[in-house]
């Protein structure tokens, strides 16, 4: 079984600073991850994925993450956040879906609040 | 190239009314998977359907029950409605020969009174 850990459940930054966002997860196979986002009064939309090879990886809207396997952690990360960033993230995990079955396991999510 | 669709966006139902949720997954997908996110938590999920057939099941009650169509859409239906019922409803798709990646609807925001 796996499990995913969001260590903060809030993140406050200004406009233009960086920010980092924390994942940590558990398993005992081989797993894909991802971070989805969340807009208020919406669905998830999928940010970034990390399913193999280059342990960087890039998203849509300037997110990056970096896949750490000895440390099982998988943190978002922006170089620049705007007002529009505000929104809530989801770190989820799963696993390779070797018999055509794939579920996600997700965090509890980190709040991201971007002021002027 | 449409997305995931799910159908009502809204609804409200009294506690032991049934409801029923729709989803058509997104063009060249044939797996649908129910996820339900209570406020302030993260999506969990309830079950999986693939070629008709329930293939996976969450910690979910037997109350929560669903069906997949030929043509791939799904519905999830949710009997004996608790207070606790209330949450959004995500549908999500994938395709088992399209890659590893697994994209959701708007949901359904369902509300128990």
């Known amino acids: 079984a796996q499990s995913v850990t969001q260590l903060d459940s809030q993140v406050p930054v200004f406009e233009e600073a960086p920010v980092e966002l924390r994942c940590n997860y558990s398993s005992s196979v081989s797993v894909y991850l991802f971070w989805y986002v969340q807009y208020p009064n919406q669905g998830l939309q999928l940010l970034l994925k990390y399913l193999s090879g280059s342990t960087l990886v890039k998203g849509i809207n300037g997110f990056e993450a970096e896949f750490n396997k000895s440390q099982t952690s998988f943190h978002l990360r922006k170089p620049s956040v705007h007002i529009s960033d505000t929104a809530e993230y989801f770190c989820a995990v799963s696993d390779h879906g070797g018999t055509g079955f794939q579920k996600l396991v997700f965090g509890t999510g980190t709040r991201l609040l971007v002021s002027p | 190239d449409a997305g995931v669709t799910q159908s009502p966006t809204h609804l409200i139902k009294t506690r032991g009314q049934q409801v029923t949720l729709r989803c058509s997954p997104k063009?060249?997908?044939?797996?649908v998977s129910w996820y339900q996110q209570a406020l302030g938590q993260g999506p969990q999920f309830i079950f999986q359907?693939?070629?008709?057939?329930?293939?996976q099941r969450g910690n979910f009650p037997d109350r929560f029950s669903g069906h997949q169509f030929p043509n791939y859409s799904s519905e999830l239906n949710v009997n004996a409605l608790l207070l606790g019922d209330s949450a959004l409803y995500l549908c999500a798709s994938r395709g088992t020969r399209s890659g590893n990646t697994i994209y959701f609807g708007e949901g359904s925001w369902l509300t128990v009174v």
């Open positions: 063009s060249g997908h044939d797996t």
């Open positions: 359907y693939y070629e008709e057939e329930e293939r």
